[in-house]
């Protein structure tokens, strides 16, 4: 099975969780080619990483990246210019197909189904974007003239259509034409390439989970933490626990008070803030 990640060194540490939560639910012993993205991965990461395979073994590659490829980039929210290396994909890999998965997620279940999937002659199988429903991504939407929007988070790649198709050309040639209508960086400019050639498929597959504001689903396979408030950044998120589980399977493990008392630490500030907040709407 071939698997894709995109990481710079801060992220290393949540790639290694997500890496283990798919080796730990793997069910059928499969073997895993894992191309890494590599944004700025320091040798001592890369090596946390490779640790991984004392688990279970499998083959990994890191591709180094050249980020000043997108350093005009219109770059939003809490994201980088770093995500746009997604749309070299398909001239970074040889195979025929990827899945690629963003790290601030977990695999809770096998992926073999998912892999399985027939294309039906589609660039890619996606799962829809939670914010597709809002009106002011329904007027996005129609911007780019779609009629349906996917979360790039997740995504088993035609890489072959991908080629055919000169779809890389296309993703730069609106990235340089049409940067105005760029919200979610290359989220947006996939979306626009693919043109509603996708494949939707389960939301278990990519259950975008967002504090106070996702409808819980049952069984997910893939539980994809959506914007800033992520289970290792302090917010004290509900999946805190799920993700402690994972990470002392890795290099990266701590004792359980050791991981707790950094999420406070994290935490406190941001809680005294709202507070603070709260009292001066008060006033």
């Known amino acids: 099975m071939n698997i894709a990640f995109l990481i710079d060194n801060s992220y290393a540490e949540q790639l ?12 059928y012993n499969t073997f895993f080619n894992i191309y890494v993205l590599d944004g700025g991965i320091s040798d001592e990461n890369k090596e946390k990483i490779c640790r991984l395979k004392d688990f279970k073994p499998f083959n990994i ?55 399985n999937e027939d294309f039906e002659n589609k660039y890619a199988c996606v799962v829809k974007e939670r914010l597709s429903d809002e009106s002011f991504f329904k007027r996005h939407i129609k911007e ?16 072959e259509k991908m080629r055919n198709h000169n779809i890389q050309e296309l993703c730069f ?10 919200i979610l960086l290359d989220q ?8 509603d050639n996708v494949k939707f498929i ?12 996702s409808k819980k689903i049952k069984n997910p396979a893939i539980i994809h933490f959506v ?47 709202r507070i603070f907040i709260i009292q001066m709407c008060m006033l």
């Open 61 to 115: 590659e890191f591709i180094k990246i050249d980020i000043s490829l997108f350093d005009k980039s219109p770059v939003r929210y809490h994201l980088k210019a770093l995500n746009y290396a997604r749309i070299l994909l398909p001239s970074l890999l040889t195979c025929d197909k990827v899945l690629f998965l963003d790290c601030d997620l977990l695999v809770l279940d096998d992926l073999t189904d998912f892999y």
């Open 202 to 213: 389960a939301t278990r597959y990519n259950y975008q989970y967002k504090l106070n504001f």
């Open 16 to 27: 290694c969780v997500t890496l283990a939560s798919i080796l730990k639910n793997d069910k």
């Open 188 to 195: 947006c400019i996939l979306n626009f390439a693919f043109n």
């Open 144 to 159: 780019l003239r779609l009629k349906s929007y996917f979360n790039a988070g997740v995504m088993l790649l035609n890489l």
């Open 227 to 273: 914007g800033k408030e992520k289970p290792y950044f302090g917010y004290a998120h509900p999946y805190e626990n799920l993700y402690y589980h994972y990470l002392k399977l890795t290099p990266f493990r701590v004792s359980f008070f050791e991981f707790k008392r950094k999420m406070w630490k994290i935490f406190y500030p941001k809680f005294i803030k």
């Open 173 to 182: 040639k609106f990235l340089s034409e049409q940067p105005d209508k760029i």
